[in-house]
């Protein structure tokens, strides 16, 4: 059923897509030490995708890695049929690759609504000689932005702190803030880096369902970071496992679960 | 009135003026220190080499004719024109933001991560190397500059103030323009962050370098945005100090001034670099006309800044206005 490349059809009827992102025999290395070990995967449109694994199996490195935040050794990127050049991260980012951070990068001296403003930089075409020529134009564009950053924040209920300065949000909420900030872009490809860590259940709750309204209601692409395996296997279509770098299992929530290696990976075995 | 008070008041109101070129310097400062966190000890040589580079445009001086003459065995000097003092500022500067380009493609970008002592460093070696290419481009004479700002007593507030207080206050004309000026300077640099898009950009990479990657933003081409802008404030206050007391090398030393204005205003904030510019140049002025010249035998503008900026030190040490430091444990 993966292997066609028309896409599939998930068990709760969602239609997914051809191959939005595809890395082939990806290896990354810090010196010495192998963070990913030629791994390969892709990412379909539509669909949610998981990276999960123990502590340090490389997860944060792969999508670093994809995000450009990382140059791999070897390997290539593939992006929406093209291969990628490396990249700087902005660059990644102008192509509509976009990103949140596992220990929160939030403008912190800005309000959350200048923060979720921040993520339309890559839509705006006007820059400062073209704003003071066409003012009209310029306006226009300001206005269609603020709409959609307006749409965004309503969509994730964080309304009433719009106008509040990030720094003085509690931990979930910077969490959501910096997921509209994502999500104003209108990304090709949102990539969440644990964006479930440190929270409490309900607030895990959330955020498992504003995932899943986003996919749903924008058709987002999501490849997501996590090492909690409860949270994942509910949410995600298809699930890649790494550990120690390399990729020890891929395939649905069910053919994952069932996997020895991963259930070695996460319970632990004896080697002998 | 008694005599006294009048005479406080003039003071003030001097102070006031010499405070807003103080402001000026400290601006470019702060400009970059926010954006980059590097503390730019360049930035009053980058006011000398605007003014420097504006007078021999103006002049049409060959630059480098010493070294091309020496070379060559020609005898060049002047182009024989004059350029008129508008088309002289924006050619300057286009040679600042060419010079905001090189430093951050030959300098700061490869020292992308490195700490702030090292970058500070990096600074200082622009700050000598500027001053000898200055010396090199245009000489080492005093220049006169005149780009046509009025200069002279403001005989309107003499007449003003001596019918009131039957004392004519000595207010510089210059002076008033320069207020005019640098208030424009603010005000358009806090509209150009507030409201463009280039601004938000600016904003974003000054709170935190991987969300602005994230959210697409190049951090090189703010980086010489902002070295730009700090170029353009540069050349503003060359112009002004240049306009009142001639071109000159120690020009740069108003770099130091800046200093304790930084240590009041904070280092982050564009209004703190202003109100510290003021604070400083009214205490010095003040201080001077009170203390100083009965008791002190005078001269005590030399060091009064630095005083006050140490007592600041021990009691406020984020200044004013400057972000205040809170360390989790």
Known sequence: MLDDSEGYVTTDGRKIGGVVMEMKNITLRFGGVVAIKDISFDIREGEIRAIIGPNGAGKSSMLNVISGFYVPQEGEVWFRGAKRPPMKPYEVARQGIARTFQNIALFEGMTVLDNVMTGRLTQMSQNIFTQALWKGKAEKEEVENREMAEKIIDFLEIQRIRKTPVSRLPYGLKKRVELARALVAEPKLLLLDEPMAGMNVEEKEDMSRFILDVNDEFGTTIALIEHDMGVVMDLSDRVVVMDYGKKIGDGTPDEVRRNQDVIDAYLGVAHD | ?329
């Open chain 2, 1 to 329: 009135m008694p005599e006294q008070l009048i005479f406080a008041m003039e003071v003030t109101l001097n102070g006031l003026m010499a405070g807003v070129l103080y402001a000026l310097v400290a601006l470019g400062f702060v400009l970059i220190f926010k954006a980059s966190g590097i503390f730019n000890f360049a930035q009053g040589v980058m006011a000398l080499f605007a003014a420097m580079t504006l007078v021999g445009i103006m002049d049409g001086q060959v630059p480098f004719s010493h070294l091309i003459n020496a070379i060559f065995g020609t005898d060049l000097h002047h182009f024989g024109w004059h350029i008129p003092a508008l088309l002289a500022i924006v050619l300057t500067t286009g040679v600042m933001v060419g010079l905001a380009w090189c430093v951050q493609q030959f300098v700061m970008r490869h020292l992308v991560n490195q700490p702030p002592i090292i970058l500070f460093m990096a600074t200082i070696g622009l700050a000598y190397f500027l001053e000898g290419l200055s010396d090199l481009m245009w000489g080492s004479e005093i220049k006169n500059l005149d780009v046509g700002l009025p200069q002279g007593i403001n005989l309107w507030i003499d007449e003003v103030t001596f019918n009131i207080f039957g004392y004519g206050f000595f207010i510089d004309n210059l002076d008033i323009v320069a207020t005019i000026i640098a208030a424009l300077l603010v005000v358009s640099l806090m509209a150009f962050s507030q409201y463009t898009k280039e601004g938000r950009a600016m904003r974003a990479v000054a709170d935190d370098h991987q969300a602005a990657l994230s959210v697409g933003i190049s951090l090189n081409f703010i980086w010489v945005l902002v070295w730009s802008l700090a170029g353009f404030v540069a050349l503003v206050a060359g112009i002004m100090w240049g306009t009142k007391s001639g071109v000159q090398f120690s020009l740069s030393l108003i770099a130091l001034k800046a200093l304790p204005v930084l240590m009041l205003g904070g280092f982050t904030s564009i209004p703190g670099a202003i109100v510290g510019g003021l604070i400083i140049g009214v205490g010095e002025q003040l201080f001077e006309f009170a203390i100083g010249a009965p008791y002190f035998g005078g001269a005590t503008q030399n060091w009064f800044a630095y005083v006050l900026a140490l007592i600041f030190l021990v009691f406020r040490p984020q200044g004013l206005f400057g972000e205040k430091i809170i360390e989790r444990v």
